[in-house]
């Protein structure tokens, strides 16, 4: 059953599993999925944290001993989601050092509550990265414009980056560009540029999701052609992109002091709509020196049934270029898509802090020791 991610791994492709739970960490799951699924990374987000805690098994004692001592509830929560990403850091290791840091790598995000601030989301990074303590950690900073200073400062500071919740292409321009200059005032600090990672986290079924609900309702055999096509198209140009800048004057001259390229990850790929195959948008990027983070659902599909038949994505830029134009000319603005899923990519990661929030107050009360 692995020989498709085999296939995917030996196209470039890192597959990093989109799940994580201290049940994973202490049943072995995580570990049996390294060595027989050729997962090298795991990425969370508060929507996992908030599943993983609510319903999970293992938390009640260090929950306990937390209401024991009568902690925050965002004290209680950090400590528990940062023990979390330290184990499955500790899991990961053999991989990080393996591929020498490019891999083996566990992600962990701000309080999305500080998607727009900039210096509560530095602050806040920091705080992260000294908690979890691990070299093979990396910590999402959303792409929001009050994200892109932030991400530019903490990889200035040696801080390795998840950019997380890009939709647009202009906006993973300015990703990539942050990311430029956070080696440079690195690079001007003294620091080791080779130690810096960073990948760059583009949503993919969202925007299929957004784009075929407007094709839907303008109906028509040119807008239903069009269906399913979009976020293939999206991130088929943003690896163009990526093509472009890190083959710059500017990254080569980072590239010769030992500098490391930002990845594109695939994000959010798991199918929304039954109508397509389970393994879309996982066979259709395959490209080199890329991450795809998978749900266990699509990871197992892929295993399954994914027909990886080489590179998908060079090639297809002026086809996916075409797509984007076809849309614009049906009346389906670009700019207005992409900015709704952002805005909505960050209300849905606040209102699951929010819950787990909320989830972990009423547990830490029903744990507090009655005092005599």
């Known amino acids: 059953m692995t020989d498709a991610l085999k296939r995917l791994s030996d196209e470039g492709v890192a597959i990093w599993l989109d799940d994580l739970s201290r049940k994973r960490i202490t049943s072995g799951n995580l570990a049996e999925l390294i060595d027989q699924q050729h997962v090298v990374g795991v990425t969370t987000n508060p929507s996992i944290f908030q599943k993983a805690i609510v319903g999970g098994e293992g938390y009640e004692s260090q929950l306990t001993d937390l209401a024991v001592r009568k ?6 929560i950090r400590m528990v989601t940062t023990a979390d990403v330290r184990d499955a850091a500790d899991i ?12 083996g790598r566990v992600s962990i995000e701000v309080d999305p509550r500080l998607a727009h601030s900039t210096a509560a989301t530095i ?7 000294w908690l979890v303590d691990r070299p093979n950690t990396l910590i999402k900073i959303p792409a929001t414009k009050a994200g892109l200073p932030a991400i530019t400062e903490v990889i200035g500071r040696g801080i390795s980056v998840n950019v997380t919740l890009i ?19 690195a690079k001007a600090s003294g620091l080791e540029l080779a130690k810096i990672h960073s990948v760059a986290s583009f949503f993919v079924s969202r ?22 096509k979009a976020a293939l198209a999206n991130a088929r140009l943003a690896y163009q992109a990526y093509e472009e800048v890190f083959s710059s004057d500017r990254w080569n001259a980072l590239e010769k002091s030992g500098a490391n390229k930002q990845r594109p990850l695939w994000a959010s790929t ?19 020196n890329t991450v795809n983070t998978m749900p266990e659902a699509t ?7 994914g027909e990886v038949t080489g590179d998908t994505i ?12 076809a849309l614009a000319a049906l009346g389906i603005s670009y700019d207005d898509v992409v900015q709704l899923l952002e805005d909505e990519g960050v209300e849905k990661f606040e209102a699951s802090w929010n819950e787990l929030l909320e989830s972990t107050s009423a547990v830490l009360k029903r744990l507090t020791p009655v005092e005599a």
């Open 270 to 288: 798991g199918v929304k709509d039954p109508a397509y195959p389970d393994t879309l948008y996982v066979t259709e990027l395959v490209a080199p």
């Open 167 to 185: 939709f647009s292409l202009a906006r993973y321009r300015e990703v990539m560009d942050a990311y430029l200059a956070g080696l440079e005032k």
């Open 71 to 76: 902690v925050t509830v965002e004290e209680a």
């Open 207 to 228: 925007v299929d999701t957004e784009i075929d609900k407007r094709l839907d309702k303008l109906g028509g055999d040119e807008a239903k052609a069009l269906k399913g």
């Open 299 to 305: 990871m197992e599909a892929t295993a399954d049934h």
């Open 123 to 129: 602050a806040e990074a920091k705080q992260l990265a």
């Open 92 to 103: 990961l290791r053999p991989v990080f050092d393996r591929t020498e840091g490019q891999d």
């Open 314 to 325: 060079r090639g297809t830029y002026e086809q996916a270029q075409a797509e984007l134009d």
